[in-house]
């Protein structure tokens, strides 16, 4: 059973960067062909997808993000890591990992991640 697992900071100031790890287990991020995404959900609103790392290393992002996104990966930690620069109160949100296979929808997820971004 593949389980994944968010962590980080709770609370991020204004202007700084948001880090969060999605530790993997019961599977490697490796596997072909599947995609390790990160999704958010601002207090009120709907999902809103970030970017995924794919098993192959490549990466993709919202085009609305993806000036200040960076999805990288430890392949030896089995982890993806989003980094998110220069926050605002907007980015205040749960912030989710999960696993998509190839042309198919998100079959695990973590259990998501508050953050909350305030001075």
């Known amino acids: 059973q593949v389980q994944l697992q968010e962590s980080g900071p709770g609370l991020v100031k204004p202007s700084q960067t948001l880090s969060l790890t999605c530790t993997v287990t019961g599977g490697s991020i490796t596997t072909n062909y599947y995609y390790w995404t990160w999704i958010r959900q601002p207090p009120g609103k709907g999902l809103e997808w970030i970017g995924y790392i794919a098993y192959s290393g490549n990466t993709y992002y919202s085009p609305s993000l993806k000036s200040r996104t960076s999805i990288s990966r430890d392949t030896s930690k089995n982890q993806i890591t989003l980094q998110l620069r220069s926050v605002t109160p907007e980015d205040t949100a749960v912030y989710y990992c999960?696993?998509?296979?190839?042309?198919?929808?998100?079959?695990?997820w973590g259990q998501g991640t508050q953050v909350t971004v305030s001075s």
């Open positions: 999960s696993r998509d296979p190839s042309d198919s929808p998100s079959d695990f």
